[in-house]
Nanobody, 115 residues
Framework: QVQVVESGGGLVQAGGSLRLSCAAS????????MGWYRQAPGKQRELVAA???????NYADSVKGRFTISRDNVKNTVYLQMNSLKPEDTAVYYC?????????WGQGTQVTISS
């Protein structure tokens, strides 16, 4: 089994920054994609950023230039640096990791941006 634990959410004012962390542990032979989704109230879950095999990154258009995904393959950890935060970034942020043919999800961390 693989466990995924996020941390770093919280409440910040618009224009501020937060850094989310996500650590995977357990039976991990190799990590494939690591990334972040988010879900705002009343909306569908959407991809925020993904790091594929540590080389290719993808970002939602709404966060390009403001968010940066990075990963530490030794620590099996992925980070999401979020700058210039906007109220519309308010959501529960979920981390996922791909191990073999399966995806594992964290429990989510709340990010709230006040205007």
């Amino acid at each position: 089994q693989v466990q995924v634990v996020e941390s770093g959410g919280g409440l910040v004012q618009a224009g501020g920054s937060l850094r989310l962390s996500c650590a995977a542990s357990g039976r991990i032979l190799s990590l494939n994609t690591m990334g972040w989704y988010r879900q705002a109230p009343g909306k569908q879950r959407e991809l925020v950023a993904a790091s594929r095999s540590g080389r290719i990154t993808n970002y939602a258009d709404s966060v390009k230039g403001r968010f940066t995904i990075s990963r530490d393959n030794v620590k099996n950890t992925v980070y999401l640096q979020m700058n210039s935060l906007k109220p519309e970034d308010t959501a529960v942020y979920y981390c996922y990791v791909g191990v073999g043919s399966r995806d594992y999800w964290g429990q989510g961390t709340q990010v709230t941006i006040s205007s």
